[in-house]
């Protein structure tokens, strides 16, 4: 995943945008939505279907296509109405390399309607990823980011975003960093389909329920500043090693004060179901 610009569609997308810029406020990023203050502003229409054929006006079709060389990261939630419009706006991008990151809600807060457009969006994006006519498309899933986080009710929704927002983040940080140690093995071109995942205090945490015969995994294995000196870190990187088979796995640092942790990703060539 490797982006310069983000672009979000629907209510998630917008709080994932304002908590974004808000904490880290580096990354161009445009908005699309209902409301007035989004930077591309869709007509609030009642159907997947509708948006699926909307007519996108020439006023935004323009704003679109500025993004159109950019590599870009399309976010949303593939169970809101607007998610019909995805393959609308994505056609504007076409000269662009176009990842897209979908987070799924919990399943039993949906109603019938919103779990069919979910399974609609996320099947269709994921068959367009696999073929290549998108970029990668990465999957999260918010029950899985419950069970990490434990939120209370008062701060579901904030803590809930703001977790995503920090995990793309820090994700995209120690793709782009230094590497004190170890190699990058190449994914499979054709493994387009992915999710995160975290190691820390030896519990290992998927963020989406990946189902698959074939993966591919790197490992970030991430060593504060102030230990890298220490005697044992070395050890527990080898027994973490050979606990995980000898895998793709890459050393970073990091100033914070804290204990060694592990960022995952993993990718596969095959449609998850929903």
Known sequence: MNFEHII??????????????????????????????CDIVFPLLFTHEEYDQMVISEENVEKLKKCES?????????SETISGATLNTLQYLKDGQNDVLLYFPRKEQLRTVRMSQLRVTASVLQEYSRSGALGECWLLSETAI????????????EK??????D???????????????G??????????????????????????????EHKYRHYFY??????????????????????????SLTVHTIEQECEEFVYFIEKCSEVQKV
């Open 8 to 37: 979000t569609l629907g209510s998630f997308g917008k709080r994932f945008a304002e908590r974004y810029v808000q904490k880290y406020g580096t990354t161009r990023i445009t908005t699309i939505g209902n409301e007035s203050n």
């Open 70 to 78: 950019m590599r870009n990261l399309v976010v949303l939630d593939p």
């Open 146 to 157: 419950e069970k990490k986080i434990k939120p209370t009710i008062q701060n579901r929704q």
């Open 160 to 165: 809930l975003v703001e977790f995503v927002v």
């Open 167 to 181: 995990l793309l983040y820090s994700f995209c940080y120690y793709e782009k960093a230094e590497v004190l140690l």
């Open 183 to 212: 190699d990058k093995h190449p994914s499979p071109e054709h493994y387009r389909i992915g999710t995160i995942g975290h190691i820390e205090h030896d519990e290992e945490t998927m963020f989406y329920p990946f189902i698959h």
């Open 222 to 247: 991430v060593v504060p500043f102030s230990k890298l000196n220490a005697e044992n870190v070395y050890e527990r990187l080898e027994k973490f090693t050979k606990e995980h088979n000898f895998p």
